[in-house]
């Protein structure tokens, strides 16, 4: 084994995985087929397919050459319509898509960042110096830069980063008790921590993990000050919003903006070339959309504006927009908890899974661009999760068809509903937005099969608090999605993961779950996967419903933008804005 396992595995990977039909090369990130450890699949292709119905692959637009980096003009505010919500502060908590992009990405580094999950599969280093050193299956060694400084605001004061300060990011979630620390799990597989020299990191793990790189470039893997926990007990709250990152926190306004300025200090200098960055809450669609077209700000993507207005604005400024669409990892669903109530019965959950119209749903509320999704890892993530050719083996895929509506209501009548003994169901749901209109239809389909909802309207960050608390027996919501398939699973489903918000335990599952964190070898794991997956589609905890693209619109102004499919803030290091470009004309300073 040398040290160059990493580089060696991802190009393997990378010459042998492609993404739905072939439109992008894929490792289905590093840490998911170049694993902890020596083993590899050979040479075959394990996932793919093609979208249907025709459509071209899901990463349609490719990005522009950047521009090179000595052209890059400094200053400037970078405003985009993201919203002003907050759920958490701590990074090690569990903070959703709300906080992470618009604020924590600008203001934390991590160990390794993803460049793009679904489109390259690539990991890169942030502060560490290069892809980890593995001289066996259980040892890794971690390289940092020097020079990577905390922000110079007290209690951190500018001082550098260290191993020592690694280590205690990594212990502070391995130890925790408290059940904020949801990605706990990802770190109890360190058995020690080592600090040989204050720029080197020696974990030993207590057996092979598959997806520990993945995790390290992690969402939730932010590097925080222990001098900000000591202070002030943990590091939720605002100012102990201290980072490596790019940006330095300098206010935020509840449902008004995020903001954060340039840290002169970066290690990556001259970057970041921004002077600020501003996330702002539009009220609704409409000022989004006018927002956009009068370049208050500068991007804007799908979800804030509907697809027809996304289309509309693109045929409006041909030449001075840029437009992209990529593969997305957030994923819809229903989740139940299944150890009490209606919702105990397998049959209820499955028949529910088997009367809704995902293709219908897809065709009106998506405009035919989403993709399916079963129970476990989204179809968008290949290749991991199960293609549409393979649910559509399963019952209600992918348009509920009058068999699979007959079976669902008598698996109802043996678990005694009908016509007269309907199954009332109070479902909390995200909205305004796009997930209640998908409810509205999914509430006719249920009808079909004895069951009648009534939508509660809910708040993502609310329902984030309520299913950590086991307070909902259905709920109806998105999830950030993720880069390696145990997130997904180990993290939903294993009995004592703390992540587990449906009471599911399963010892065949569990054990599953434990095989397929354990195997190194990327083909024999993903075998393992598709297990998994087949059990949970059949016991169905968890109904998956559909991924849509994620739509970017941008002005061209706006230089060097990297897309990616979680709403990646991560790169606005390397982001300027060019007051030459023509389309920067009438844009407010």
Same mark, same amino acid.
Request: hydrophobic share 35%.
């Given at each position: 084994?040398?040290? @160059?396992?990493?580089?060696?595995?991802?190009?393997?990977?990378?010459?042998?995985?492609?993404?739905?039909?072939?439109?992008?090369?894929?490792?289905?990130?590093?840490?998911?087929?170049?694993?902890?450890?020596?083993?590899?699949?050979?040479?075959?292709?394990?996932?793919?397919?093609?979208?249907?119905?025709?459509?071209?692959? #899901?990463?349609?637009?490719?990005?522009?050459?950047? #521009?090179?980096?000595?052209?890059?003009?400094?200053?400037?505010?970078?405003?985009?319509?993201?919203?002003?919500?907050?759920?958490?502060?701590?990074?090690?908590? @569990?903070?959703?898509?709300?906080?992470?992009?618009?604020?924590?990405?600008?203001?934390?580094?991590?160990?390794?960042?993803?460049?793009?999950?679904?489109?390259?599969?690539?990991?890169?280093?942030?502060?560490?110096?290069?892809?980890?050193?593995?001289?066996?299956?259980?040892?890794?060694?971690?390289?940092?830069?020097?020079?990577?400084?905390?922000?110079?605001?007290?209690?951190?004061?500018?001082?550098?980063?260290?191993?020592?300060?690694?280590?205690?990011?990594?212990?502070?979630?391995?130890?925790?008790?408290?059940?904020?620390?949801?990605?706990?799990?990802?770190? #109890?597989?360190?058995?020690?921590?080592?600090?040989?020299?204050?720029?080197?990191?020696?974990?030993?793990?207590?057996?092979?993990?598959?997806?520990?790189?993945?995790?390290?470039?992690?969402?939730?893997?932010?590097?925080?000050?222990?001098?900000?926990?000591?202070?002030?007990?943990?590091?939720?709250?605002?100012?102990?919003?201290?980072?490596?990152?790019?940006?330095?926190?300098?206010?935020?306004?509840?449902?008004?903006?995020?903001?954060?300025?340039?840290?002169?200090?970066?290690?990556?200098?001259?970057?970041?070339?921004?002077?600020?960055?501003?996330?702002?809450?539009?009220?609704?669609?409409?000022?989004?959309?006018?927002?956009?077209?009068?370049?208050?700000?500068?991007?804007?993507?799908?979800?804030?504006?509907?697809?027809?207005?996304?289309?509309?604005?693109?045929?409006?400024?041909?030449?001075?927009?840029?437009?992209?669409?990529?593969?997305?990892?957030?994923?819809?669903?229903?989740?139940?908890?299944?150890?009490?109530?209606?919702?105990?019965?397998?049959?209820?959950?499955?028949?529910?899974?088997?009367?809704?119209?995902?293709?219908?749903?897809?065709?009106?509320?998506?405009?035919?661009?989403?993709?399916?999704?079963?129970?476990?890892?989204?179809?968008?993530?290949?290749?991991?999760?199960?293609?549409?050719?393979?649910?559509?083996?399963?019952?209600?895929?992918?348009?509920?068809?009058?068999?699979?509506?007959?079976?669902?209501?008598?698996?109802?009548?043996?678990?005694?509903?009908?016509?007269?003994?309907?199954?009332? #169901?109070?479902?909390?749901?995200?909205?305004?937005?796009?997930?209640?209109?998908?409810?509205?239809?999914?509430?006719?389909?249920?009808?079909?099969?004895?069951?009648?909802?009534?939508?509660?309207?809910?708040?993502?960050?609310?329902?984030?608090?309520?299913?950590?608390?086991?307070?909902?027996?259905?709920?109806?919501?998105?999830?950030?999605?993720?880069?390696?398939?145990?997130?997904?699973?180990?993290?939903?489903?294993?009995?004592?993961?703390?992540?587990?918000?449906?009471?599911?335990?399963?010892?065949?599952?569990?054990?599953?779950?434990?095989?397929?964190?354990?195997?190194?070898?990327?083909?024999?794991?993903?075998?393992?996967?598709?297990?998994?997956?087949?059990?949970?589609?059949?016991?169905?905890?968890?109904?998956?419903?559909?991924?849509?693209?994620?739509?970017?619109?941008?002005?061209?102004?706006?230089?060097?933008?990297?897309?990616?499919?979680?709403?990646?803030?991560?790169?606005?290091?390397?982001?300027?804005?060019?007051?030459?470009?023509?389309?920067?004309?009438?844009?407010?300073?």
């Amino acid at each position: 084994m040398d040290d @160059n396992y990493w580089e060696r595995s991802i190009r393997k990977t990378l010459r042998r995985r492609r993404f739905l039909g072939g439109s992008a090369a894929l490792t289905a990130g590093a840490a998911g087929l170049a694993l902890l450890g020596c083993g590899g699949g050979g040479d075959d292709d394990n996932g793919g397919g093609t979208t249907p119905g025709g459509q071209p692959s #899901v990463n349609q637009s490719p990005t522009p050459t950047p #521009v090179p980096k000595e052209q890059a003009v400094q200053g400037g505010t970078f405003r985009f319509g993201a919203g002003a919500l907050l759920d958490i502060w701590d990074p090690h908590w @569990n903070a959703s898509s709300y906080t992470l992009s618009p604020l924590l990405a600008q203001v934390y580094n991590k160990l390794y960042k993803w460049e793009s999950p679904i489109s390259s599969g690539k990991i890169l280093p942030d502060i560490a110096s290069a892809l980890p050193e593995q001289p066996n299956d259980t040892t890794v060694i971690i390289k940092l830069r020097k020079g990577v400084k905390f922000h110079n605001k007290a209690p951190m004061s500018g001082r550098e980063l260290t191993a020592a300060d690694v280590k205690w990011n990594m212990e502070r979630q391995r130890d925790a008790t408290d059940p904020k620390f949801q990605r706990k799990y990802q770190y #109890v597989g360190i058995d020690k921590i080592e600090t040989p020299d204050n720029y080197t990191v020696k974990l030993t793990m207590k057996e092979p993990l598959a997806p520990f790189l993945s995790y390290l470039a992690g969402q939730w893997a932010f590097m925080i000050g222990r001098e900000v926990v000591e202070q002030y007990g943990d590091a939720n709250r605002e100012e102990a919003c201290i980072g490596t990152g790019a940006f330095i926190h300098k206010e935020f306004k509840p449902d008004a903006y995020h903001l954060q300025a340039r840290n002169p200090e970066y290690f990556l200098g001259p970057q970041p070339y921004l002077e600020q960055v501003q996330s702002i809450a539009l009220a609704d669609t409409a000022a989004s959309e006018a927002a956009f077209r009068t370049k208050k700000i500068d991007y804007t993507y799908l979800g804030r504006l509907p697809y027809a207005t996304v289309d509309k604005i693109r045929k409006d400024f041909p030449n001075e927009v840029r437009y992209q669409k990529m593969g997305n990892l957030y994923f819809d669903y229903y989740r139940f908890t299944v150890d009490s109530g209606p919702f105990k019965d397998a049959r209820v959950r499955q028949a529910i899974s088997a009367a809704i119209n995902r293709q219908k749903i897809n065709e009106f509320i998506h405009q035919g661009f989403a993709t399916l999704n079963g129970a476990g890892v989204p179809s968008t993530l290949q290749p991991w999760g199960f293609t549409e050719q393979k649910l559509a083996t399963y019952p209600g895929y992918p348009n509920a068809s009058d068999a699979a509506i007959a079976d669902a209501r008598k698996a109802m009548e043996s678990a005694g509903y009908s016509d007269s003994k309907r199954l009332s #169901v109070k479902l909390p749901v995200i909205s305004p937005g796009i997930i209640a209109d998908q409810a509205e239809m999914e509430k006719e389909d249920l009808k079909k099969v004895y069951i009648e909802i009534e939508i509660v309207p809910d708040t993502f960050p609310s329902l984030l608090t309520k299913q950590t608390k086991k307070e909902m027996p259905i709920w109806r919501a998105q999830d950030n999605g993720y880069e390696d398939p145990d997130e997904y699973l180990y993290g939903s489903f294993f009995s004592t993961s703390s992540r587990n918000f449906f009471n599911f335990n399963n010892p065949d599952v569990d054990a599953l779950l434990l095989k397929q964190r354990r195997t190194l070898d990327a083909t024999q794991r993903k075998a393992v996967v598709d297990e998994l997956q087949d059990k949970l589609m059949k016991d169905a905890p968890q109904i998956g419903l559909n991924s849509t693209p994620a739509h970017y619109l941008s002005w061209n102004y706006l230089k060097n933008r990297k897309e990616s499919e979680w709403l990646n803030m991560y790169q606005a290091e390397e982001v300027w804005i060019d007051p030459k470009d023509p389309s920067a004309s009438g844009r407010p300073s």
